[in-house]
């Protein structure tokens, strides 16, 4: 069974019989590394579903420097929904850090679920309301965390990305320079020697 046709029968609860009908709502798209999903000043064509591969969604300030937002690694979705939604240009890039085949799920992807097979509804509110939950703790991670419980945060959420991208990426989703990631990762590393 593909990500996609497992995520829609055990999250989505969509029935076995059903699950193969979905793919009239979505397109299959292979990505090479480095390639744009979605640039600045574009408006968002649907949600990603991460079937293969590792996506990462950041924004630029105006000196140049990445802010990301989110990763997406396997069996993730991935949107600006502020342009999706509203149709607004993005102030995001998505873009894949690695080689990936993604599924791009037409706007109304969800609504047609719902429609088609309403018992889907109480799911699919369930995981709006968890990504709003993890968006305020994000939030406030950023605000009121220290790097280092950020980055045990991180490990938490992302438990197999650490091999799967430069420290770079990780201090900048932390909010941190790679220095500072490099002494939050040596002080780790000495607490748990001595604890050893």
Not at 112 to 123: F, G, K, S, V
Request: with cysteine; hydrophobic share 40%.
């Amino acid at each position: 069974m593909d990500n996609i046709e497992a995520y829609l029968a055990e999250v989505l609860e969509i029935p076995n019989e059903a699950v193969s009908t979905c793919s009239n709502f979505y397109v299959t798209k292979k990505v090479a590394k480095n390639e744009y999903l979605l640039r600045e000043g574009e408006v968002c064509p649907g949600t990603f579903f991460v079937e293969k591969g590792l996506l990462r969604m950041f924004s630029s300030d105006k000196n140049g420097k990445e802010h990301i937002i989110q990763f997406a690694p396997e069996k993730w979705l991935i949107s600006d929904r502020s342009s999706l939604y509203f149709n607004e240009k993005s102030k995001y890039y998505i873009e894949a850090v690695e080689d990936s085949e993604v599924l791009l799920l037409s706007n109304d992807f969800f609504t047609r679920l719902i429609e088609d097979h309403p018992q889907t509804a109480e799911n699919n509110d369930l995981l709006l309301q968890k990504h709003i939950r993890n968006l305020q703790n994000r939030l406030n991670s950023l605000l009121a965390e220290t790097a280092e419980e950020r980055y045990m945060n991180f490990i938490k959420m992302y438990p197999d990305i650490l091999l799967r991208v430069p420290q770079w990426m990780v201090a900048s989703y932390l909010g941190i320079t790679p220095e500072s990631l490099s002494r939050v990762r040596k002080e780790l590393a000495r607490k748990n020697f001595k604890t050893s």
